[in-house]
């Protein structure tokens, strides 16, 4: 069963960075889509980015220029480095895996859900 981990949220003030981590057990990220999702309190989870298995970044455009992913297929590992936060960033960050590559910003196509990490920025 594949399972995803998240973890590097916190705290932090306006401008700055975090890096946000995504631990995948059950299948290899280099053959998965990976999409970070987030959550605004009383707002719907939104599409933030994803990086498909070919290795292709597809990003929502409120963060292009500020956030980045990368990977680490040694550990498993998707990383979502934000930069120059905003107080409006402030959300639960959610990643998720799916086989596909098509409609990877629709949060119905995603199998597999982390329980997600809480990223709060002050203005």
């Known amino acids: 069963q594949v399972q995803l981990v998240e973890s590097g949220g916190g705290l932090v003030q306006a401008g700055a960075s975090l890096r946000l981590s995504c631990t995948v057990s059950?299948?290899?990220?280099?053959?998965?889509?990976i999409g970070w999702f987030r959550q605004a309190p009383g707002k719907e989870r939104k599409f933030v980015g994803a990086?498909?298995?070919?290795?292709?970044?597809v990003w929502e455009d409120s963060v292009k220029g500020r956030f980045d992913i990368s990977r680490d297929n040694s550990n498993h590992t998707v990383y979502l480095h934000m930069h120059n936060l905003k107080h409006e960033d402030t959300a639960v960050y959610y990643c998720?895996?799916?086989?596909?590559?098509?409609?990877?910003?629709?949060?119905?196509?995603?199998?597999?859900w982390g329980q997600g990490t809480q990223v709060t920025v002050s203005a």
């Open positions: 990086v498909i298995w070919t290795g292709y970044i």
């Open positions: 998720a895996s799916q086989e596909g590559i098509v409609g990877v910003a629709k949060e119905s196509l995603y199998n597999y």
């Open positions: 059950g299948r290899a990220i280099g053959s998965s889509t």
